[in-house]
């Protein structure tokens, strides 16, 4: 595809680049051209870092996509090349096949070009509603409120575990609401430093500080659409004040002005912790919570809703299939039973990996214990008192039966013969039961 092609495909994109997983471009086309450390035509066949020179590997949306394995979308970047301060939005996606991750394609558009307006429009949400995995009563009962409220103007907070599928509920709601052709932009309020995150949020005059130039913020770029706030609860304290202000007046004041411009945004923000035990420790300002949570949306963790592993594991079973070229058909009952009894503190994307995992250490037929990460297989055995048995209508008892043959061992120091006369059953029977439960 020609060059012209491309940025049809990509929106009108400033920069599209595409590299090989250790960092060598295959694809190059910069329509501004102003950041190249190279001659365009001396690009392909390179190193990124020869491009530019003043990143590192971190700096890089592109790698950090290759690393997780999945898409990063419209994540904002800000950066210093020879006393100019350059601002874009990147969009960067892994190519994976069977073999693993190839290379990655990053896509940016530069905030401070003449036709932002035209370009960050195009950079809307990505997922809805029907996107959203589960079998839980509860939490669907929860997102068909959620879908129908999203249509409103209301602001939206968040509140969920690391792990829960925040982002994916954002997106959700801004692809069912009244501005769902306008903006989506996304800021992860911990991934940057305190120091640039007013700069970054309301935007810059020239001469306000040495090096500075006229810029819009992301405010100002998202005008009519939507901002996604992810870990609010890392805003610092006195920035809390100016975010507050713009909710209230709709209006921003960038940095070394005193000129109120009018903004129409809709606020999503999303958390991790408790905001109001921050509240109450004076760390968020309880003004700014209540102005951002005037609909609450709480993200069950995924220990508490154990019904969708199963459905889970099924999706990204399917999903790595294709992706690693495997045969996989399903899961054993010993594997669904250890799935089914650890805590998940990594949630949904702690799932995921382990079925990414569990894949690329099997051929075909189901998922055994043996294809497990030991670090699961340990804390499930450290942590619980459950057994893998078989599901059924003796589970319970079987389990209860399990724990107190484990408490007796601990009692009789692992001792076979005191522990078969403490529960006054034979040693026959005890072995038989050891095996029964894996507890030998």
Known sequence: MNSTGFKELFYDSDLILIIDKNGKV???????????????ENVIGRYIYELYPFFTREDFTVFRAMDKKEPILNEYQSFNVDGNKKNCLNNAFPLINETGVLGGIIISVEL????IKKKIKKASSRYNFEDIITENQEFKKSLEILKKVSKSESNVLIVGETGTGKELIAHSIHSNSMRRNKPFVIQNCAAIPSSIMESILFGTAKGSFTGSIDREGLFESANGGTIFLDEINSIPFDLQSKLLRTLENKSIMRIGENIERDTDIRIIASTNEDLEKKVDKGEFRSDLYYRLNVISFNVPPLKDRKEDIKVLVDYYIKQYNSILNKNITGISKDVLQILNN????????????????????SEEGVLNTDNLPQYLLKSVDSNTNECIVDSSLTTLVDNYECKLIKDALKICRYNILKTSEYLSIPRQTLYYKLKKYNLE
């Open 26 to 40: 295959l694809y190059y086309d910069d329509y501004d051209d102003n950041l190249n450390m190279l001659k365009k």
């Open 112 to 115: 401070s070009s003449k036709s």
């Open 342 to 361: 650890y805590e998940w503190k990594g949630n949904v994307r702690e799932l995921k990996n382990v079925i990414e995992y569990s894949l690329n250490f």
